[in-house]
T-cell receptor
Framework: DQQVKQNSPSLSVQEGRISILNCDYTNSMFDYFLWYKKYPAEGPTFLISISSIKDKNEDGRFTVFLNKSAKHLSLHIVPSQPGDSAVYFC?????????????FGQGTTLQVKP | GAGVSQSPRYKVTKRGQDVALRCDPI?????LYWYRQALGQGPEFLTY????????KSGLPNDRFSAERAEGSISTLTIQRTEQRDSAMYRC??????????FGQGTRLTVV
C-alpha cells in the first residue's frame, strides 16, 4: 500500500503564478516531511522540510504547509519560474529525523511555462 | 552528485546473471543508503549502513538482493539471478543534514 501519495502526476502553470503541489499520507506515525526536486539525469535534491510540530515552513519562494488532521501537506512555489520545472517528490519519515529512511510519493512533474 | 559516485552509470544484463552495483561516498560519510526507483515512481528504501554495519535491510525485496560496505566507505549492492522486474534506477545516498539525503546519479539497470 502507498503510504505517501501524490495524486497529480503533472501540473502546468504560467511563469509568475503560484504552483501548488499536494501530498497525502496515511501513517500517523510520520513525524517529519520533506520535498525533493529532481531534474532529468540527476538524483533528487533536497528542497524543504517540515516537522510535525509545525504547520508551516517557509524558505524563499518555497513554503510547505502541513495539515496533520487531514494527513495532507502541500508545497507552494511563488512566483513560479521556468527553472522550477522538474519532478517534485514528497517524502516522510517516522524516525524523528534520525535516519535517512524515507517513504517517497510517486512524484509530480511541474512545468512552468514562460 | 552530492559527493556520491556510482558505477556503472548504465548496466544491461541478461536475465539470470548476477550484477554488482557500486557506490563510493567520496567524502567519507558515516551513513550510506541504497534506494531503488522504478520508472514513474519515487525512490524506494532498500537498506542502509552506519560505517560498515548494515543497520536495516527491511527494504530488500528478496534474498537475491544483498549489500555490503567494506571498511573505508565503498558499498556494493549485489543482485543474484537477475529478473526483468529488477530493472530500475538504483541510487545511493548519504546524509547531508537532518534527513537531507544527497543522492548519487544512480545506476540504470536493465535486465533483458
Amino acid at each position: 500500500d502507498q503510504q505517501v501519495k501524490q495524486n497529480s502526476p503533472s501540473l502546468s502553470v504560467q511563469e509568475g503564478r503560484i504552483s501548488i503541489l499536494n501530498c497525502d499520507y496515511t501513517n500517523s506515525m510520520f513525524d517529519y516531511f520533506l520535498w525533493y526536486k529532481k531534474y532529468p539525469a540527476e538524483g533528487p535534491t533536497f528542497l524543504i522540510s517540515i516537522s510535525s510540530i509545525k504547520d508551516k515552513n517557509e524558505d524563499g519562494r518555497f513554503t510547505v504547509f502541513l495539515n496533520k488532521s487531514a494527513k495532507h501537506l502541500s508545497l507552494h512555489i511563488v512566483p513560479s519560474q521556468p527553472g522550477d520545472s522538474a519532478v517534485y517528490f514528497c517524502a516522510a519519515s517516522a524516525g524523528s529525523g534520525n535516519t535517512g529512511k524515507l517513504i517517497f510519493g510517486q512524484g509530480t512533474t511541474l512545468q512552468v511555462k514562460p | 552528485g552530492a559527493g556520491v559516485s556510482q558505477s556503472p552509470r548504465y548496466k544491461v544484463t541478461k536475465r539470470g546473471q548476477d550484477v554488482a552495483l557500486r557506490c563510493d561516498p567520496i567524502s567519507g560519510h558515516v551513513s550510506l543508503y541504497w534506494y531503488r526507483q522504478a520508472l514513474g515512481q519515487g525512490p524506494e528504501f532498500l537498506t542502509y549502513f552506519n560505517y560498515e554495519a548494515q543497520q536495516d535491510k527491511s527494504g530488500l525485496p528478496n534474498d537475491r538482493f544483498s549489500a555490503e560496505r567494506a571498511e573505508g566507505s565503498i558499498s556494493t549492492l549485489t543482485i543474484q539471478r537477475t529478473e526483468q522486474r529488477d530493472s530500475a534506477m538504483y541510487r545511493c545516498a548519504v546524509v547531508l543534514g537532518q534527513l537531507m539525503l544527497g543522492f548519487g546519479q544512480g545506476t540504470r539497470l536493465t535486465v533483458v
